[in-house]
Nanobody, 116 residues
């Protein structure tokens, strides 16, 4: 059973930074794609940033391009999301996601709240 454990969320001021971490219970090269999604109150879950473990391919939501960076530490089975210049609209629960051939996995989520 794959486990994804997020950490690093919290309360941050407008314009501040946070780094989220997602520790996977197995080698990230086992997955076709990994990344971060978020869900704000009353809204649908949306893609934030994803990458393909076996390549350098990344994809970002337009709303976070230039502010967020997804990265990984292969040896630690960990994926990161560096979030800079945070805005009020970034407030949401952030979820780590891993897609394998037959199913996908989700972490429990970590709350990010940006105060104005």
């Amino acid at each position: 059973q794959v486990q994804l454990v997020e950490s690093g969320g919290g309360l941050v001021q407008f314009g501040g930074s946070l780094r989220l971490s997602c520790a996977a219970s197995q080698n990230i090269f086992n997955f076709n794609r990994m990344g971060w999604y978020r869900q704000a109150p009353g809204k649908q879950r949306e893609l934030v940033a994803v990458f393909t473990p076996r390549s350098t391919s990344t994809n970002y939501a337009d709303s976070v391009k230039g502010r967020f960076t997804i990265s990984r530490d292969n040896a630690k089975y960990t994926v990161y999301l560096q979030m800079n210049n945070l805005k009020s609209e970034d407030t949401a629960v952030y979820y780590c996601n891993a897609q394998a051939s037959l199913r996908e996995y989700w972490g429990q989520g970590t709350q990010v709240t940006v105060s104005s």
